[in-house]
Nanobody
Framework: QVQLVESGGGLVQTGGSLRLSCTASGRMYVMAWYRQAPGKQRELVAGIHSGGNTNYADSVKGRFTISMDNAANTVYLHMNSLKPEDTAVYYC??????????WGQGTQVTVSS
């Protein structure tokens, strides 16, 4: 069982920045950030492999950056130029080579217009 502890959410104005952190209790392989807005399905925001490859949703390309600190077992999501439509609960996701999937508790990001 892998535990994920998220932090960094909050309230920010349009155009502002936030950094989300997710610390895993075990070695990281594939990590990702998802988000879920009220009334909408959970969607992938960004993912990163331990080898460094990353992928992003089109809606956040150029504004968000995902990074990984393997020594600290922590993945970050740097969010810049935030928009009201980025408002959601953001969830950290952990996948291991066996295909097991774990989720963080979620952290609220609210962008005011």
């Amino acid at each position: 069982q892998v535990q994920l502890v998220e932090s960094g959410g909050g309230l920010v104005q349009t155009g502002g920045s936030l950094r989300l952190s997710c610390t895993a209790s075990g070695r990281m392989y594939v990590m990702a950030w998802y988000r879920q807005a009220p009334g909408k399905q959970r969607e992938l925001v960004a993912g990163i492999h331990s080898g460094g490859n990353t992928n992003y949703a089109d809606s956040v390309k150029g504004r968000f950056t995902i990074s990984m600190d393997n020594a600290a077992n922590t993945v970050y999501l740097h969010m810049n130029s935030l928009k009201p439509e980025d408002t959601a609960v953001y969830y950290c996701n952990y996948k291991n080579p066996l295909g097991s999937n774990y989720w963080g508790q979620g952290t609220q990001v609210t962008v005011s217009s």
